[in-house]
């Protein structure tokens, strides 16, 4: 018993303790009541079970529901439970407009903040847009939401709400100045940055990390005077992470002021302290050691620069190079110099690299090896250098012994040019190494050496001599102009007419000349070397095989002739006798001498020559040109007889499909359009695709125009695939047959042909032509009825530029066999379509008298008027407009008008019946 009455004891004070009252037996609000006493007590677990049993109790629409309800989702929150988000959202969904909105939102943005989930927290912070806040708060609120963007790396969104915060006069504001002005840090705005940062070099807060980031700025910005100043301080106080980037940059500082003995110890800290090297570190470390006379410890740093590196490789090779020098390690200073000569970029470090290379290149054990090169490259690159002086003294110690022609001219040179032996010597020197240049075929090496040999023009035969082989070496690379100057101052040398080389250099001047189109000259220099020539110069063919060619260019046909037939005398048998005997006979036939050319084609047809250079090419040639000639002279039988013969000579050659075409235009000139047909489509169907093929389709059409087989043409052509005739192309052929015969006034042909197109096309590009011309050709025949017809179907399509003329002779022809139906439907287009006043004219009478014949006096009354007020109309015609005007006047009994009689004196009583003459006079004496 004692036992029960002590549990029972303990379960009171337990309840006791909690504060708890039973809930089951309680009202909604006095459960409501205690579970706030709970959650302000901070007993968030108790209290979120009383506000559950609140609201299984209430109506979910009531306000203590909705209290209750909050409650609830901030005990969620408090208890850092994983739904707390989800039961916030659900409070917040199933109370649009409870006031506890922000509270809520506050509540959970609070909670993803502290626990660092800023992307949560960003989402729950952007709930607040539009809600009043405080201003305090809102700048709580827009730092926090920037701090998140920032975290997020969102830094586009972060700025404007940092901005925000760091504009206000509250507490939050250093660290939103903080935060934009790291933002503008990392974006490399350092104007920015230092607007934003150097505010905070002494904040409690951020003092210690803001002068480290403007360090990086003041190197980024070069304001070295500014990091050195706080660079100490800053150095003393840096962490052992920070140290070596610091020392660094206090190093480099001092290294671009020149100030090497201060910068040295803070750059051997950054290195010494494991800061990270990089090639333009080792470089600078190289730089301060070198210029304080630590040369082994520069050549340590240097060493260790990259290949890479660009123009500090260059700057670095070239110090590690000096180092070695100051250190005596000659061999590789000799190597670093090649090294830095070879990647250079820098002009000035380029040209020192390679003349010091050369200098320990000529100190080392075999001066006659690499240094020769090296100097001769150092000069050749290097033209205006400073050190040329001191590289030709080099150069002259190195050839002063040697015997061979390019070292005996640097030696000569070294030695000087001052007396008149030297220079002789050197111009004859000069010529023999162009001449060993030229042996070896090395153009430019010979040619660079007779130009030296000219350069002292001692001796007239050397200088004759020179400009021939210059001559020669510009021939060979093709500068014509160029050679031909050379050969002329050859010739022009004095003692050059004894040369050997006279001949030679009068046959190239010739080609000179013809290469540069400059061809009478060509021509008169070609007989100048014929003249000159000995009888066994072997030139002497192809000089006159090209004076032959010559003339035949410049139109001389006659002299040509000649040389045509001196070429083939010389050697009749030779490799270009038989194309002398196709020019010759060709010049021929350009002087009139048709029968003479043809017997020496006929000839050169039959004969072969197994030395021809082209291969018995000219007998075919000779042949096709003989039915070609032929064909020019009308003798059309004979011309296909040959192109015939030509075809079977050489079947297979492109000239044959020409041969065949021809062979079709001669005997269509014989109006053998059958034939000629046959031998096109054969063409066509032989040599599918080719330009020859194509031709023919083109060639045919007029043929079978002349043999009146258009339609024929139209299905041989739709049926050959590589033609690719579009519709609209056959359209136009057969449209185009009928207009050609309307426009040479073959109109019966042509109404024939525009039928057939009609016919064949009855939906055709050219209908509306084809009717109307169609109509014209039938008009000129005085066939009206088929004329109407014609013209009739270019009215009934949508208006165009024939609709003018067909409704004028649909007029005309109706007015003259007075149907005055079609005459007033006629009239009353022309009306509307024309602005033409001598049709319009035309159209008034027409409506005029139509109405009249159709009794419609009261129409006719006005149209006659119109045609008799206009004075441009015959007499004839005014005068039957007023009888008209007076006629239907009486018969509408329209009794005495002004505008009636103010015209009927002009006409008097011509035509009237007495009735109407006694109107006359009534509306006179009335007027």
């Not at 022609?405 to 220079?423: F, H």
Request: aromatic share 12%; charged share 25%; glycine share 6%.
């Amino acid at each position: 018993m004692m036992r029960r009455l002590l549990l029972l004891a303990f379960l009171v004070g337990a309840a006791a303790a909690h504060g708890q009252a039973p809930f089951s037996h309680a009202t909604p609000q006095s459960i409501y009541a205690d579970s706030r006493g709970l959650f302000d007590r901070a007993l968030y677990a108790p209290a979120a079970e009383g506000f559950s049993e609140v609201l299984q109790k209430v109506d979910a629409q009531t306000d203590l529901a909705e209290q209750a309800a909050f409650f609830k989702a901030i005990c969620s929150v408090r208890l850092l439970n994983r739904d707390a988000g989800d039961q916030v959202l659900a409070f917040l969904d199933a109370y649009p407009s409870t006031a506890r909105r922000k509270e809520a939102v506050l509540e959970m943005a609070e909670y993803s903040f502290n626990r660092r989930r800023y992307g949560d927290a960003r989402d729950w912070l952007r709930l607040l847009d539009g809600i009043y806040l405080p201003k305090s708060e809102r700048a709580e609120v827009q730092f926090k939401l920037g701090y998140s963007h920032f975290l997020l790396e969102e830094y586009d969104l972060a700025r404007p709400q940092l901005a925000a915060a760091k504009a206000t006069k509250y507490p939050i504001a250093a660290s939103a100045q903080y935060y934009y002005g790291h933002i503008a840090y990392l974006d490399t705005n350092d104007v920015t940055a230092m607007e934003n940062l150097e505010p905070l070099q002494n904040h409690e807060e951020f003092g210690m990390v803001v002068p480290y980031y403007l360090a990086q700025i003041y190197a980024r910005q070069g304001l070295d005077d500014k990091l050195l100043k706080l660079g100490e301080s800053l150095l003393k106080n840096a962490t052992a992470k920070r140290t070596p980037e610091i020392a660094k940059l206090i190093g480099q500082s001092l290294f671009k002021k020149k100030r090497y003995p201060e910068a040295l110890p803070y750059l051997a800290m950054h290195r010494d302290l494991g800061g990270k090297m990089s090639s333009d570190d080792y470089y600078q470390l190289g730089v301060v050691n070198a210029q304080t006379g630590h040369y082994k410890e520069a050549i340590q740093a240097l060493n260790k620069i990259s290949n890479n590196a660009g123009q500090v490789s260059e700057f670095g090779l070239y110090l590690l190079a000096d180092c070695y020098v100051k250190e005596g390690q000659m061999e590789e200073a000799l190597s670093a110099f090649k090294a830095v000569s070879e990647i250079a970029k820098d002009p000035v470090i380029l040209e020192e690299s390679a003349f010091q290379a050369a200098k320990l290149t000529y100190k080392s054990s075999s001066p006659f090896g690499d240094a020769i090169d090296m100097f001769k490259r150092f000069l050749s690159d290097f033209p205006q250098t400073e050190h040329r002086r001191e590289a030709n003294e080099y150069l002259a110690n190195l050839y002063i012994t040697s015997k061979d022609y390019g070292r005996a001219m640097e030696a000569i040179v070294q030695t000087g040019m001052g007396t008149m032996a030297m220079r002789e010597a050197y111009q004859r020197v000069a010529y023999f190494r162009a001449v060993e240049f030229f042996q070896v075929s090395d153009w430019s090496g010979a040619q660079e050496y007779f130009t030296k040999s000219l350069g002292y023009p001692q001796n007239l035969t050397f200088v004759a001599l020179s400009h021939f082989w210059l001559g020669e070496l510009a021939y060979r690379k093709g500068d014509a102009q160029e050679a031909l100057a050379q050969f002329e101052s050859f010739l022009k040398t004095p003692g050059s007419y004894t040369l050997t080389e006279r001949p030679t250099a009068l046959y190239n001047k010739a080609y000179c000349l013809y290469k540069l189109d400059r061809l009478e000259d060509a021509s008169a220099a070609f007989r100048v070397y014929l003249q000159d020539a000995k009888s066994t110069d072997r030139k002497i063919e192809d000089a006159t095989l090209r004076l032959a060619d010559l003339y035949f260019l410049l139109g001389k046909h006659a002299l040509a002739q000649e040389y045509y037939d001196k070429s083939v005398r010389l050697d009749p048998k030779g490799r270009y006798a038989a194309y002398a005997t196709y020019q010759q006979a060709l010049c021929m036939g350009l002087v009139g001498k048709d029968v003479q050319k043809m017997e020496v084609l006929q000839r050169l047809s039959t004969s072969s020559n197994e030395q021809d250079a082209y291969g018995g090419k000219y007998s075919s040639e000779a042949l096709f040109e003989l039915a070609n000639t032929h064909l020019r002279r009308g003798e059309n039988v004979q011309a296909e007889h040959d192109f015939l013969a030509y075809i079977r000579m050489v079947p297979g050659s492109e000239r044959a499909r020409r041969a065949a075409l021809n062979m079709a235009i001669a005997q269509r000139n014989d109006e053998r359009f059958d034939a000629a047909i046959a031998t096109f489509q054969e063409i066509v169907k032989k040599y599918p695709g080719t330009p020859e093929a194509r031709e023919a389709i083109t060639t045919a059409r007029s043929v079978y125009d002349e043999a009146n087989r258009i339609d024929d043409y139209l299905t041989w052509v739709q049926g050959i695939d590589f033609a690719q005739v579009r519709a609209s192309e056959l359209d136009s052929v057969a449209y185009m047959s009928a207009y050609d015969k309307y426009a040479s006034s073959k109109f019966d042909e042509a109404m024939a042909g525009f039928d057939r197109y009609m016919k064949r096309f009855p939906d055709g590009f050219f209908t509306v032509k084809a009717n109307h011309y169609a109509g014209e050709s039938a008009r000129r025949l005085n066939k009206a009825d088929e004329a109407l017809g014609y013209f009739r179907k270019v009215t009934q399509a949508p208006v165009g530029e024939h609709h003018i003329n067909a409704w004028t002779w649909i007029l005309r022809i109706s007015s003259a066999r007075k149907n005055a139906d079609e005459m007033l439907i006629a009239a009353e287009s022309v009306l509307a379509l024309s602005d033409d006043a001598s049709l319009l004219r035309e159209a008034n009478v027409a409506m005029m008298r139509g109405h009249q014949a159709l009794k419609h006096w009261e129409v006719a009354y006005g149209y006659s008027e119109v045609v008799a007020a206009d004075e441009r109309n015959s007499p004839e015609v005014r005068t039957e407009a007023k009888a008209n005007v007076a006629r239907n006047a009486l018969t509408l009994a329209l009794g005495n008008r002004v505008r009636t009689a103010s015209f009927l004196p002009s006409w008097g009583e011509n035509g009237l019946t007495p009735t109407e003459r006694d109107w006359v006079t009534k509306s006179l004496a009335a007027y």
